[in-house]
């Protein structure tokens, strides 16, 4: 440790990881990172952190060891491939996984890392877009024992406004796929709504406030609905290709538990059309081009 302070680890510097990394430096944290593209690691080198060579030598470097990457292949990759987290197992550390990943695929993961190394592992998916992440105010949910959980609790004060366990492997990712239901169809409501009033003859970018305080209202009108508006889609906070992606995981995981799920599915082949028209890459509330038309 350094003045008291728990040496940790980041694997993946992205849209999330860097912000999460550079609030975890502020915090007097020693950081170890490593990531697949290495030009990514320039911030959080110049911010302090400490580069490693491979994810096994983050998790030598640290006693915890936060990821946030694309998927669960990327994610069995990083712990279990060759270098990877797992050959620097051990029973006093502990793996935090922010990513959005399959429920099972992370069950499967962190039993096998346990059984294997003794090393703990939490499923910590969080909410709050690049913004949250820069000021330290993510909603964090997460799965794991509440021994571990607690262990994080005063880490994970550097970059959430709260931390929640909801049960044991995989119960943090269940409800972060809940979150994006509502996240997701809620892009396509507000669109929706932007058109009809665009069509309707009022300004679209004066509804937010004409319904501030009112039964509609909420932290999407407020803050998505302006940005849709005025189409400020060119900046990605997080986008198309994730969105789907964490649609797919929630239809996939809605057919296993038997869910009927009719909006969200028809949201699912949205944002399917929006991307087969190359907007992938584009920040997900783009989608009100594919649902105008006109574009």
């Not at 030009?39 to 491979?54: I, N, Q, S, V």
């Not at 949205?270 to 783009?286: E, F, T, W």
Request: aromatic share 4%; hydrophobic share 40%; glycine share 10%.
């Amino acid at each position: 440790m350094t003045d008291g302070k728990t040496p940790l680890g980041y694997i993946g510097l992205g849209l999330m990881g860097w912000p999460m990394t550079e609030r975890l430096l502020a915090d007097g944290h020693p950081v170890t990172v490593w990531n697949r593209s290495r030009e990514k690691l320039a911030p959080a080198l110049a911010a302090g952190a400490e580069e490693a060579a491979t994810p096994a030598d983050v998790a030598r470097a640290a006693d915890i060891v936060f990821t946030c990457v694309t998927d669960d292949r990327s994610m069995d990759a990083i712990v279990f491939g060759e270098n990877g987290v797992a050959q620097a197992g051990a029973p006093n550390k502990i793996l935090i996984d922010c990513s959005t990943i399959k429920p099972d695929a992370c069950r499967r993961m962190a039993k096998r890392l346990r059984d294997e190394t003794g090393m703990g592992w939490i499923d910590a998916p969080v909410t709050g877009g690049t913004a949250g992440a820069r000021a330290g105010k993510l909603v964090v949910m997460a799965g794991g024992t509440e021994a571990d959980i607690e262990r994080l609790r005063p880490i994970m004060t550097a970059v959430s406004q709260s931390f929640t366990r909801m049960g044991p492997q995989g119960a943090g990712l269940v409800t972060k796929l809940c979150n994006q239901v509502i996240v997701a169809c809620g892009k396509v409501v507000l669109s929706e709504m932007l058109l009809l009033a665009r069509d309707g003859g009022i300004d679209p970018a004066s509804v937010p406030a004409a319904l501030k305080g009112g039964s509609a209202d909420s932290w999407q009108l407020q803050n998505e609905a302006p940005r849709i508006a005025a189409r400020d889609f060119d900046t990605p906070r997080g986008t198309a290709n994730t969105i789907l992606k964490d649609l797919n995981i929630i239809h996939a995981f809605a057919q296993e538990a038997g869910t009927a799920m009719p909006v969200t599915a028809l949201v699912n082949e949205l944002y399917r059309l929006h991307i087969a028209r190359g907007q992938g890459g584009r920040d997900s509330p783009s989608i009100y081009d594919t649902i105008d038309g006109k574009r």
